[in-house]
């Protein structure tokens, strides 16, 4: 169990490998390390419900050591019970695996409201986390926009990784999964998530802004939260963006992206294109219980399962082909009227052999962004490598580079 790791474990929040070293995934059965524990413990009636007991414990234990609550945002009236018990539990273990207190790291609900570039888009409850610098502050707002499947859990790591290099980070669930409102699984569109990342970024801009001055705001989008980045970003600046009541996006952007899928790898054409013509087909709701495609890290894919069975992730297919229209209008946007040479970066980090994302699609479209877009292509075939020890580190490192760039207006 996740609360073992940090109990008694090395803290390196892989499930089963509390007596080895860190970052060692123990392999026993055909789950590995997840086969011997957490899989019988979320399916097991008695092991449930004495987990249940030991995690409450260690819950109302680690409360009254901080002398506060774990959260101190009331469950919104979309999330289930049983999912808030399950976040709690989990932001717990996320405190205690990194010697952080509640204040550390605080929750709020964003109101996604209106549509994108005249199209209109149903209204959402966002579920977001910030966490705040746990260093002297660099003057840099990240937004961090996960990739379909994943949740704002998934790239705890990296936010500690930038809080303690001086960001402020705020992190939201997609429609997909997690606490934001959506369905589970499904994309309404892409306009529908670049809606999504352009009201929590100018959310997260405008309490910055009550504080501190002269912010400098980065946008982190992953998979298909790239995607969401760049078109947020590009119709922001073309005056695309809403403009109601609520706060805007500010004029000037940067964005680091992690394996941005602006296509899908040609293998997979035929699934998707199979999946929209069979009737009903694509809106299947699937386990995500199969992560080959996704990462050949052991690291990653143990924590990778892991967050798919607590969170009981599921996919659709038609999630494939969902933000193909809109990708298809923002490249005609660009190529018509190009970005400027003076807009601000667009940096992207891709695995030259990503088995679902293709690699070829964001080298075009590094291409179409022109001088402000630059491409670090890493020698492996990881889609997800946010919880990856050997490839995380990468985000850090485009992020500062981001952050130099606009500082220098360059």
């Not at 007991?53 to 109302?60: D, H, K, M, P, V």
């Not at 209204?123 to 704002?152: E, H, I, K």
């Not at 069975?309 to 660009?334: G, Y």
């Amino acid at each position: 169990m996740r609360v073992d790791d940090v109990r008694s474990g090395n803290r390196d929040g892989v499930v089963g490998n509390e007596g080895a070293p860190a970052n060692v995934v123990m392999q026993r059965g055909p789950w590995g390390g997840l086969g011997a524990t957490v899989w019988p413990s979320m399916h097991s009636t008695s092991t449930v419900r004495a987990n249940e007991a030991r995690l409450r414990t260690f819950l109302a234990d680690a409360e009254a050591r901080w002398g506060a609550r774990v959260c101190e945002l009331e469950r919104p009236k979309h999330v289930t019970p049983a999912d808030w018990v399950t976040f709690l539990l989990g932001k717990a273990i996320l405190l205690e695996r990194y010697g952080l207190h509640p204040s550390d790291v605080s929750e709020s609900v964003v109101e996604a409201r209106g549509g994108l570039d005249g199209v209109d888009i149903a209204p959402r409850d966002l579920f977001v986390q910030r966490f705040r610098p746990l260093a002297p502050w660099n003057g840099a707002l990240v937004v961090v926009a996960p990739g379909y499947g994943q949740t704002g859990r998934h790239f705890a790591e990296q936010a500690v990784l930038a809080a303690r290099a001086g960001y402020e980070v705020v992190i939201f669930d997609q429609q997909w999964l997690g606490l934001s409102e959506g369905r589970r699984g499904a994309v309404d569109r892409g306009l529908g998530v670049a809606r999504d990342v352009t009201s929590v970024t100018a959310d997260a801009s405008a309490r910055l802004a009550k504080t501190r001055s002269d912010v400098l705001t980065i946008i982190a989008g992953t998979s298909m939260g790239g995607m969401g980045t760049v078109t947020a970003i590009c119709l922001n600046e073309m005056g695309r963006s809403p403009r109601g009541d609520g706060p805007a996006m500010p004029a000037r952007v940067g964005a680091v992206l992690q394996a941005p899928y602006f296509g899908l790898h040609p293998s997979l054409t035929p699934v998707a294109w199979v999946s929209s013509w069979v009737p009903g087909l694509g809106s299947l709701p699937v386990p995500r219980l199969r992560v080959g495609r996704v990462t050949q890290d052991p690291v990653a894919a143990n924590k990778l399962l892991a967050h798919a069975i607590i969170e009981q992730a599921s996919a659709r297919a038609q999630a494939l082909w969902a933000p193909d229209d809109d990708r298809a209008r923002l490249a005609s946007l660009l190529d018509a009227h190009p970005s400027s040479s003076e807009a601000p970066p667009i940096h992207m980090i891709h695995t030259a052999r990503d088995m679902l994302a293709d690699h070829a699609a964001t080298v075009a479209w590094c291409e179409r962004l022109g001088p402000r877009a630059k491409l670090t292509t890493l020698d492996s075939a990881n889609h997800a490598f946010a919880e990856s020890p050997s490839e995380q580190g990468h985000f850090l490192v485009e992020l500062e580079a981001v952050r130099e760039r606009m500082r220098g207006g360059a």
